[in-house]
């Protein structure tokens, strides 16, 4: 058998045959169940040590496990989720593994297969699922963010999840408030800090089954006491809306409403894939428009509708800001309803055919007027040749006018989905992006972790991601100047120590946020990746 290899490799080497340039992007894909506590390498001589102050946890969740007994999953965001941690001080990185031991997870072992749950698409072969309790496990908990003492993680879904050192803990529990009514369908994945507090806010939805409407209740999270969701105000809608991430400014919330609505009905009987509609519109509306609400409850809200010739269709805020007469907020955006895609499913992902035909996503920025009536103003800020997504700030500015942001670009050479690079925009000053892009290597979104210095440029810092060298199969945790993208450090997963552990690589394509000592990480599974 070994001989027969060799000999057809080096007949394709002879017929002048060109390496996969796709090369492993699959395993992205696929079930990595292996699990591991902390170890450690040093990146020493190779690469310099970490600054003092990018010292701290980097956390991010993947897919972990695809099957389970007789049933294989088929929805990209419906995997059994895993948790990594790579503690980065000095010239040490340590790493740990873990699947998240859920309940829907725990269930599923113990059945030794699916258990019934609401998922985004049926299971491959589908399952007779009773219908009790249907919102929970709405989707992966893939959003991880610090309250207090409290480390929680969060999906769109109204639940949260305390965990300690990678392990699920318990269903976060809030004081009694009126949040949660009759039927709580949705939050947002993304909660955002308000730029001058600090304080964590997000939402959550109530469907109303007699109306087919539903109310959305807004609230902030301090530190000081993290189980109680202080009231921001309301908002009632026709349509159960989906948002899947917001913009806050110092002084107000602004929401994005896609011209789809979350079908409660459909989310009852049906995979939540079939609840997201397109609304029918034939003139310019509230299910298609920026409303503004002010933090404070003082003001009136504030309604900006598009023309229909400009859906607003989107998955996530890369920030907003405020000045004297407008809101601006830049958004990651689709010409189609991003939730109802063949993109969101695992077997297009692992057919190159059928990804290099995805629909990109540029980044928009809109200009949204403070006085209503007048019209929002739109402008595509990323390249539109390629995909861009997964994006990222210095998080000092939040809520703040930015200069910079960093992200995830897909169909980085023009046309293959899996050519995949870091890169950097420059909205002031001019500069052309800038990349980091190796073939057949697939980032993870690139966490900004800004200088503490008090003369510190915007972009001064350092990205932090992990790469999959899909020729390899082997993964890398890599440093790079935040401005230059120059290489810093390049640690593999597997090291010496290791070496009893082959199955140890580690990569994702999901959003993190990362604080200097304390790592806060923001992740979705629009991009869900194999090794974790």
């Not at 509306?285 to 504030?302: H, R, T």
């Not at 390049?490 to 009893?500: E, L, M, R, V, Y």
Request: hydrophobic share 40%; aromatic share 10%.
């Amino acid at each position: 058998m070994m001989l027969a290899s060799c000999f057809l490799a080096v007949l394709a080497v002879l017929a002048g045959a060109v390496e996969d340039p796709d090369i492993g992007y699959s395993l992205l894909f696929e079930t990595a169940p292996e699990e591991f506590s902390r170890q450690c390498v040093d990146v020493s001589p190779q690469s310099k040590p970490f600054p003092t102050w990018a010292s701290g946890d980097f956390i991010i969740p993947s897919i972990g496990v695809v099957s389970m007994g007789d049933r294989t999953m088929v929805g990209l965001l419906d995997p059994f989720g895993k948790m990594q941690r790579f503690e980065m001080k000095g010239s040490t990185v340590c790493a740990a593994y873990r699947i998240m031991a859920t309940g829907f997870y725990n269930a599923s072992k113990a059945l030794n297969t699916v258990a019934p749950s609401l998922l985004f698409y049926e299971t491959d072969p589908p399952r007779d699922c009773p219908m009790y309790n249907p919102m929970c496990n709405m989707m992966p908990h893939v959003n991880t963010f610090k309250v207090g003492s409290k480390m929680l993680s969060i999906t769109d879904a109204p639940s949260m999840l305390e965990i300690r050192t990678l392990q699920v803990l318990k269903k976060h529990q809030f004081d009694a408030d009126r949040m949660e009514e009759t039927l709580p369908y949705a939050g947002s994945a993304h909660p955002v800090n308000h730029p001058v507090t600090g304080d964590w806010i997000d939402f959550v939805g109530n469907a109303n089954l007699l109306t087919g409407g539903a109310q959305v209740n807004f609230f902030h999270l301090s530190g000081d006491n993290p189980t109680f969701r202080h009231s921001l105000g309301n908002l009632t809608f026709d349509h159960p809306p989906y948002m899947h991430s917001f913009g806050v400014t110092e002084h107000y919330l602004v929401l994005p409403r896609m011209p789809v609505e979350l079908n409660i009905l459909d989310i009852l009987y049906r995979p939540l894939s079939a609840a997201f509609k397109d609304l029918k519109m034939s003139a310019p509306g509230i299910d298609n428009a920026f409303v503004l609400l002010p933090l404070d409850g003082s003001g009136k809200v504030i309604r900006a509708y598009l023309p229909l010739n400009d859906m607003l269709y989107y998955v996530h805020t890369v920030n907003a800001y405020e000045n004297a007469t407008d809101i601006v907020i830049d958004l990651t955006t689709s010409s189609h309803n991003p939730f109802a895609s063949h993109a969101l499913t695992l077997p297009s992902n692992k057919d190159k055919a059928m990804r290099d035909t995805f629909s990109p996503e540029v980044v928009k920025r809109f200009v949204i007027p403070l006085q209503e009536g007048q019209p929002v103003v739109a402008s595509v800020i990323s390249d539109p040749r390629t995909s861009t997504d997964f994006t990222k700030i210095n998080p000092r500015l939040a809520g703040k006018k930015h200069c910079f942001f960093w992200a995830v670009e897909n169909k980085h050479d023009g046309e293959s989905y899996a050519s995949i690079a870091i890169v950097k925009y420059d909205l002031c000053y001019g500069s052309p992006a800038k990349h980091w892009f190796r073939q057949s290597w697939y980032p993870s979104e690139a966490t900004m972790i800004p200088s503490p210095e008090p003369s510190a440029a915007e972009d001064d810092g350092l990205l932090v991601f992990t790469a999959l060298d899909g020729a390899a199969d082997q993964s890398y945790l890599v440093t790079v100047d935040a401005q230059t993208f120059v290489v810093k450090s390049q640690i593999t997963a597997n090291s010496k120590q290791q070496q009893n552990n082959n199955n140890t690589k580690t990569t994702t394509q999901q959003q993190q946020q990362h604080t200097n000592k304390t790592t806060t990480t923001t992740t979705t599974t629009t991009r869900t990746t194999k090794r974790a």
